[in-house]
Every structure is written in structure tokens, then in C-alpha cells.
Nanobody, 119 residues
């Protein structure tokens, strides 16, 4: 398993930017993908973005494409989510997730960090 710790959440105004960080530890040598998910109040958890740990290829949900950027720093076992042009509908708890090379899904999760965007 991989242990994940998110940081960087907070309260911002619409149009502002925020960067989330996620520190990974444990079986990082077996990482395949890292991702960000989010869960808004009363809604199910939804995919935001992911990145292939070695190739660096990325994918995004349509709702954040063009505004959010996922990146990683392999040497530090860190993954980031740069969020620009934030909207009130981006308000959610954001979770970092990890998928190992033999797994078919994201099995490691952080505790989450709250992002609140006021309009």
C-alpha cells in the first residue's frame, strides 16, 4: 500500500487559484497512476484528473479541463493539482489517490483536503 497526505486546501474566492499537494510514502516504487478525486456535499466522489507516474501522461474530467493541471515530482514522491479560475461548483473535499502497477483501481487514498470557493 501507499500512504498519502494531502495539503493546500482552503477558502478562496471565485476566480482565484489554489495548488493542492499530495505526499506519497510506502510502496512508491510500484506506483502506476496518481489521481485527484473530489466529493461535494450530498454528491458522490468524482474523478478530477490523473497522471501516469512514469510516462507523465494526464487526463482530466470535462468540468476541470483547461483550468486544472495535474503534475508530479517523482524524486520527491509528490503530486500536485494546480487549480485556476476556481468556481463555486469546485467546492469539495479533494482526495489524492494512488494505483499500483498490479492493481486495476485506485486502492490507496488520502484523508482529503477541503476546498471552498465563495462566489
Amino acid at each position: 500500500q501507499v500512504q498519502l497526505v494531502e495539503s493546500g486546501g482552503g477558502l478562496v474566492q471565485a476566480g482565484d487559484s489554489l495548488r493542492l499537494s499530495c505526499a506519497a510514502s510506502g510502496r512508491t516504487a510500484s506506483l502506476s497512476y496518481m489521481a485527484w478525486f473530489r466529493q461535494a456535499p450530498g454528491k458522490e466522489r468524482e474523478f478530477v484528473a490523473n497522471i501516469h507516474w512514469t510516462m507523465g501522461s494526464t487526463s482530466y474530467s470535462d468540468s476541470v479541463k483547461g483550468r486544472f493541471t495535474i503534475s508530479r515530482e517523482n524524486a520527491k514522491n509528490m503530486v500536485y493539482l494546480q487549480m485556476n479560475s476556481l468556481k463555486s461548483e469546485d467546492t469539495a473535499v479533494y482526495y489524492c489517490a494512488a494505483r499500483l502497477d498490479l492493481d486495476r483501481s485506485f486502492n490507496s487514498w488520502g484523508q482529503g483536503t477541503q476546498v471552498t470557493v465563495s462566489s
